[in-house]
């Protein structure tokens, strides 16, 4: 285990760099009107990242992710996102369809 | 338009005590047991999920971390993972209004925000009485915080118990979860943006990793902004 000090460090330094963006988040919503047109702007700059975030941790994930190959996070994630639409835009199969599907590759892989 | 306080409470309740708070249950257990087998503490694992509050940033300083990145670097690499809550922040708030002496609250607020509140109030907020919307809010984000640190303990505790494949699939969860929650938006503007903004995610991602999100929301918001340039309706998934 790594020292008390490196730990502590380490989780106020994440915590606080993640913070930084919802005060500074706070600090301009309060002088932004529904209305106007930055507003939408800003509404869809935040679908935009979401989109690109998706495909990344699904493409090219940094955490234990990647320890499942590409074919089989691409497979469960469309069966997954084929289920949800399929099933009239119900989030559950959707889910359980891709998760379980993804599982269930994982402890085929290594015989494959 | 719902008026009445109670009923505000009991959609809340009803919203948030489904799959928000399923699915953060077991993609939490997915890190409580990735923090374990990494060797850190739980009350690192309880703080990181409390204090950060997004995935993402959370998965990106535990494996920097163990990478052997130096501190400075991690939580750089923290920062620029979670920008995101920016403008999701500045697209949310403006969405609850309240009495100018309540902008001092807005700083707690802010805190509980998630794509999973964030997706809920952009939906139901339209049909709440706007002085009411906080109450939403607070409870529906109490609930999914309460259910992500109670699934970041039990991962924690009983990594020994969860078979490696079904920990990476809770991880799996994740993604998958925010891509049926956001890909049910009706409005195209928003519709729009998902997917510009998902090839241009990982092409940002191979050229200057470190920038991926905040260049992708820059070039893919804005494209996606004067594509629909009549369109002037805020989306709601």
Redesign the interface.
């Known amino acids: 285990m790594d020292n008390i000090q490196t730990v502590v460090v380490l989780t106020l330094g994440g915590i606080g760099a993640t913070y930084i963006w919802r005060a500074m988040g706070v600090v301009f919503a309060a002088r932004i009107s529904t209305e106007s047109a930055i507003f939408l702007w800003v509404t869809v700059v935040s679908y935009a990242m979401l989109g690109g975030l998706i495909a990344r941790m699904i493409v090219m994930p940094i955490g234990p992710l990647g320890e499942a190959s590409l074919t089989v996070r691409l497979v469960s994630f469309i069966a997954g996102l084929a289920f949800f639409f399929l099933s009239g835009k119900r989030i559950f199969p959707g889910v359980v369809t891709g998760v379980g599907l993804f599982t269930l590759l994982q402890y085929l892989s290594p015989m494959i | 338009m719902i008026s009445d306080p109670r009923a505000v409470s009991r959609l809340a309740l009803r919203d948030a005590i489904g ?1 928000p708070a399923f ?1 953060l249950l077991f993609s939490m257990i997915g890190f409580g047991s ?1 923090v374990h087998q990494s ?3 739980l009350l ?1 694992a309880v ?2 999920t409390a ?4 995935l ?10 163990i990478a052997g990145a130096s ?1 400075f670097f ?3 690499g ?2 620029l993972a ?14 609850m209004p309240g009495r100018s002496s309540r ?1 001092a609250s ?2 707690a607020l ?2 509980m ?1 998630s ?1 999973n509140s ?1 997706a809920a109030g ?1 939906r139901r907020f339209p049909d709440i009485q706007p002085e009411l919307r906080r109450r939403y809010y607070v409870l529906f984000g109490m609930i999914c915080m309460g259910s992500g640190v109670a699934g970041t303990v039990i991962g924690y505790v009983s990594v020994a118990l969860l078979p490696h ?21 009706k409005a195209r ?2 519709l729009i ?10 092409l ?2 191979l050229i200057t990793p470190d920038l ?2 905040l260049l ?10 004067f594509m629909t340039k009549k369109e ?1 309706a ?2 709601r998934p």
Request: glycine content about 10%; overall charge negative; proline content about 8%.
């Open positions: 799959f699915t990735l060797d850190l503490p690192m703080a990181l204090g950060i509050w997004g993402p940033g959370q998965l990106t300083l535990v494996e920097m971390h501190i991690v939580v750089l923290v920062a979670n920008a995101r809550f920016l403008p999701m922040v500045v697209s949310f708030m403006p969405l902008l807005n700083f802010a805190q925000l794509i964030w952009l494949e079904i920990a990476l699939g809770l991880i799996f969860m994740n993604p998958l979860f925010f891509a049926v929650l956001l890909a049910g938006v503007p928003a943006a998902l997917l510009v903004g998902a090839p241009l995610g990982l940002f991602h991926d999100l992708t929301g820059a070039v893919g918001g804005s494209l996606a902004f002037r805020i989306p």
